[in-house]
């Protein structure tokens, strides 16, 4: 299974970004998958989830900001990142969980500035 991210970028405080992660390889029903960050010089951290019934689940600080969502056809996920504020700036992950095996993306920087 690879993970491939994209969307990241330079945006200002206020502004939007919206982060898409495409898989790749065996991918089956059922799977769970999820975005992740690492922020500057803090451990990784998640974002939001979602599962393979479209439940999500949100950390606080993102809540009424961020969406989660997922296109199976596609084998996507995507966030919606609405308000960014200076502290998102980091690496965001995806990953995918099927069959208590995690995969990761390779990480799309966010930076936005005050």
């Known amino acids: 299974v690879q993970l491939q991210a994209s969307g990241g970028g330079l945006v200002e405080a206020g502004e939007s970004l919206k982060l898409s992660c495409t898989a790749s390889?065996?991918?089956?029903?059922?799977?769970?998958m999820a975005w992740h960050r690492q922020l500057p010089g803090q451990e990784r951290q998640l974002v939001a989830r979602i599962t393979s019934f479209g439940a999500t689940d949100y950390a606080d600080f993102v809540k009424g900001r961020f969406t989660i969502s997922r296109d199976d056809g596609k084998n996507a996920v995507y966030l919606q990142m609405n308000g960014l504020k200076p502290e998102d700036t980091g690496v965001y992950y995806c990953n995918l969980n099927q069959y208590n095996e995690r995969y990761w993306g390779q990480g799309t920087q966010v930076t936005v500035s005050s």
């Open positions: 390889g065996n991918i089956v029903r059922g799977n769970h």
